[in-house]
């Protein structure tokens, strides 16, 4: 480059924003990200996608000036262990936890990298963070769930004709620990609309296919990697059992659940990022309040619907983002 071309690249970069050249990080840095999720599961692999995506708009680029180190737990618990460990080995500068199991794993490890979690409920009653708005400690992130969401599933589940006057709540312990603040919700809304809940517990193939018996109401499941990471056995099941059922996440509706209402996830991640570009930047863990879920989504798949021959109240259908004819 002669010293005429230098000179112009000079004066153009002097004339760049001020916000530009601060998009533009040099030093190399390592993120790790634990998910639940399997690896080749397509909700994993769009959920990594934006995430890249986020974080390339903020001036990390993947393999350039940030190094990602992918783990995926396939919802088994003892697995996103084992990852958890792998990941602390690599002395990653900041950690990205995808729900629940995740964040327990990676904070029993460490107390001093940065982790920012994603798609996780209720992080204070599950000692994750101080408070919403001083998380102290090395965690924070953003949240998948606020209190009336559990009562909205039911009241969806009644909405229906005929009428369900009995639901089975379903759930897995060792990856759900929050599911007891949900039932406390779920119990004072089935007083209120005069329905009949049975919590029924699953920790694996059995468990689901067993799902298929219970026909005699409907289903609710609770957010829980492991009914996501095995869906389509639970979801076999439940078309078995020929009865409406009500889902944490529209990815089950997508593949023929009757509906769900759940938070925008890929929103979670792309504010995730956010975070983590902060805390690369400078900023701690501490300082940033963790943040409840702004957007919602209600979706219905009305060709499921048909095949279980039942109605839904034209004020459910009004309501819905997405109907799958």
Not at 66 to 92: F, M, Q, V
Not at 115 to 141: K, M, R, Y
Not at 198 to 222: C, N, Q, T, Y
Request: aromatic residues 6%; negative net charge; glycine residues 6%.
């Amino acid at each position: 480059m002669n010293r005429r071309d230098c000179l112009a690249l000079l004066g153009t970069i002097a004339a760049w924003p001020v916000s530009v050249l601060a998009q533009q990080p040099t030093a190399q840095r390592r993120l790790g990200v634990l998910s639940v999720t399997a690896a080749d599961d397509v909700i994993g692999q769009t959920r990594s996608a934006i995430l890249v995506e986020a974080l390339a708009a903020d001036g990390w680029k993947e393999n350039g000036n940030l190094t990602i180190d992918w783990r995926s737990g396939a919802g088994d618990r003892a697995r996103i262990s084992g990852l958890a460990d792998e990941l602390i080995a690599l002395k990653p500068d900041i950690l990205l936890a995808v729900g629940t199991p995740s964040v327990e794993e990676l904070r029993r490890r460490t107390a001093t990298t940065p982790i920012v979690f994603a798609v996780v409920t209720d992080p204070v009653s599950q000692g994750f963070v101080e408070t919403l708005a001083h998380p102290g400690g090395n965690i924070t992130g953003f949240t998948d769930y606020d209190g009336p969401l559990a009562g909205k599933w039911l009241e969806m589940l009644t909405q229906i004709s005929p009428k369900v006057s009995r639901v089975v709540i379903v759930y897995n312990p060792a990856t759900a620990p929050f599911a007891p603040l949900m039932l406390r919700t779920i119990e004072d809304a089935a007083r209120t609309l005069h329905v009949t809940i049975e919590p029924a517990p699953v920790h694996d193939a059995a468990g689901i296919a067993a799902l298929a018996s219970r026909k005699d109401g409907g289903f609710l499941i609770l957010p829980d990697f492991f009914t996501m990471a095995n869906r389509a056995n639970l979801l076999a099941a439940i078309s078995e059992a020929h009865v409406p059922a009500v889902f944490w996440s529209r990815s089950f509706v997508d593949e023929g659940g009757l509906m769900s209402y759940s938070t925008d996830s890929a929103e979670q991640l792309r504010r995730a990022a956010s975070y983590i570009d902060r805390i690369l930047r400078g900023a701690e863990a501490a300082d940033l309040p963790v943040q409840n879920p702004t957007k919602f989504e209600l979706a219905i798949n009305l060709k499921t619907a048909r095949e279980l021959g039942v109605t839904l109240s034209p004020n459910l259908l009004a309501t819905a983002n997405e109907v799958i004819e």
